[in-house]
């Protein structure tokens, strides 16, 4: 076998994760040699989570367990302080409301509410689009961004192939040919992408996927019968023999940009509405989580202010990007203006249906039928959805709330999450058949039913993996902040204090924003948030001013398929090509930008008074000095205690 240079570099790169993992801390290995402190050793760690987070070298969340052994080995955390970050409060608030999301899914509640609210957005295909992304938006806020994805796209393939077949047999009776010859019948799309989705069959829940941890690279390639996890299966069994590409789906000439429009709508719209609640997505939890641990509970970031923040913009953003697919690939594109030499960009007020929006409307109605009348376990998940929901907004509102009916500090938006998720254990999935309430018809022997959430469901569809990539982020933080690793990096980025502070944050959120879509979101919030952060006391700029525009950008990671979940599942449908993604997500990343940084500087300057360094991000006797000087004159005493 004769050894060219292509097949050396193939020979490489088939063991690039295996190089990646051997050379990346023989690399690093002098830093903790020649500079034997704990800042270097601190550093030695960042510096090798970064590099395996941005290669996936190492699944992602085995690699956030580096911390376990490592910080205990280099006497940067005991084992106990190390342990101790895997499971913060913070955690708890993401297991409880993803258990609440997995009850909304399990039963089917999510699916009635995005196709009720199709129903009355309209047919056309500028309100349909709008539609899609409403309601993506609305359900990313409270559930996981992939499942959102999942179960909407089918919705819109649906309605493409419907379209399609009808253009198909107009086309096929003008050339005298008959569609059963040319055109065999579509499925529903739901097969092909159960497998790229990972959707479990036997208990699985509706929409529920493997893809929260891991970027999808060449979906159309993966093997059919297993997930990125290889654990589910075929729907049919019969159907063992599909070939490659199965998830792909053909639309007719006349609709391909607008199958281009709709799959990117919904995965842009799982993007943005997974910022507009603190639960939405895992980077707004790493802010919380770095805050805590650097400020203690005195910063005003909870639920209720997180949502008083970014639901607004999110809400705003939302139009901005949809005028902008509106403008690439419907009616806004100049060369839609005009269709058979007449204007065809003007709004017609009309009651009668086209043929086009009479199909579009029987598809969706059609798809709301099959769920039947609603049942009791979709009314009593919908109950406890709504008052978890309330318990969140109502706990503290400047000081008042039901959680000032406890003792101060012990009340945190964790305690309702995990009090409703175990209620849900508690309650019956059926009405309960019990004395009185037993239906005549009912002769079943009496018994209890089973209930709304179970354990089973729980531990397949929890992705227990994000809890540990979480706990490694504050892991990694907390190690940061102790050797004083985020102070030396802090103090060396002061350099930059002769920007202005908006020019600051503008070219912070820049390089996030674009960092983003090459790794994960987490991981990347994990890394530049505690140094942020830091660079933010070093210059006496309220944290708040660069932390939270930043937070809310590393989520907006529209060019690539790998960039997010929603990206890759809207890729693995084949009507985009990455040339498509990256034009069309590059402008929608710059006008991100822009509107964040636009943002915080109107609305978030005066909700949360950043242009004054606050009182509770005072951590010692230098960012003392950042407090007004009226201020800083009684904080003194207090700080020289710390």
Known sequence: ?????????????????????????????????????SEAYCG?????????????????PVTALIPLFIFPLFGILTASQTSMMYFKETNALFIGGLMMAIAIEQWNLHKRIALAVLMVCGAKPRWLMLGFMCVTAFLSMWISNTATTAMMLPIAQAVLIRL??????????????????????????????????????????????????????EPQKMKKDENANGEAKLEDEDEEEREEGENDFEVHDEYKMMSKGMMLCVAYAANIGGTASLI???????????????????????????????????????????????????????????KDGKCACSCKCSCKK?????????????????????????ITVGIHFVTLALLWIFRDIGGYGWGSLFAEDYIGDSTPAILISVILFCTPSACPSFFCMRPVEDESPPGSKPSILNWPAIHKNLPWGLVLLLGGGYALAEGCEVSGLSAWIGEQLTVLDYLDTWVLVLVCTTVVCFFTEVTSNTAIATIFLPILASLAEQLCINPLYICMPCTVVVTYAFMLPVATPPNAIAFSYGQLTIPDMATV??????????????????????????????????????TAQCLPEEIATTMLPMTSVI
Not at 187 to 216: I, M, R, W
């Open 1 to 37: 076998m004769g050894w060219t240079s292509k097949t050396v570099c193939w020979e490489f790169w088939a063991f690039r994760s295996i190089e990646i993992i051997i050379l990346t801390p023989l690399i690093c290995l002098p830093l903790i040699i020649l500079i034997p402190y």
């Open 44 to 60: 030695f760690v960042l510096t090798v989570m970064a590099v395996y987070w941005v290669f996936e070298a190492l699944p992602i």
């Open 164 to 217: 399609s077949d009808r253009l198909n047999e107009i086309d096929d009776d003008e050339n005298g040919k008959g569609i059963e010859d040319t055109h065999p019948p579509h499925n529903d799309g739901s097969e092909a992408f159960t497998v790229v989705v990972g959707q479990e069959q036997d208990g699985a829940l509706p929409g529920q996927n493997h893809l929260q941890l891991e970027k999808v690279e």
């Open 280 to 338: 939405g997505t895992t980077p707004n939890l790493v802010l919380v989580g770095v805050f805590d641990d650097r400020y203690g509970s005195d910063h005003p970031v909870n639920f209720l202010s997180f949502m008083v923040y970014s639901l607004p913009a999110a809400f705003i953003f939302l139009f901005v990007a949809w005028a902008w697919l509106l403008f690439i690939y419907l009616d806004l594109n100049p060369r839609n203006w005009r």
């Open 354 to 378: 086209t043929e086009e929006e009479k199909i579009i409307d029987k598809v969706i109605k059609e798809e709301y039928k099959k769920l039947g009348p609603w049942t009791w376990a979709e």
């Open 585 to 622: 997500g590059f402008m929608l990343n710059c006008l991100g930008i822009i509107w964040v940084n636009v943002w915080v500087n109107t609305y978030g300057m005066a909700l949360f008074e950043l242009e004054t360094y606050p009182e509770w991000a005072v951590i010692n006797n230098e």
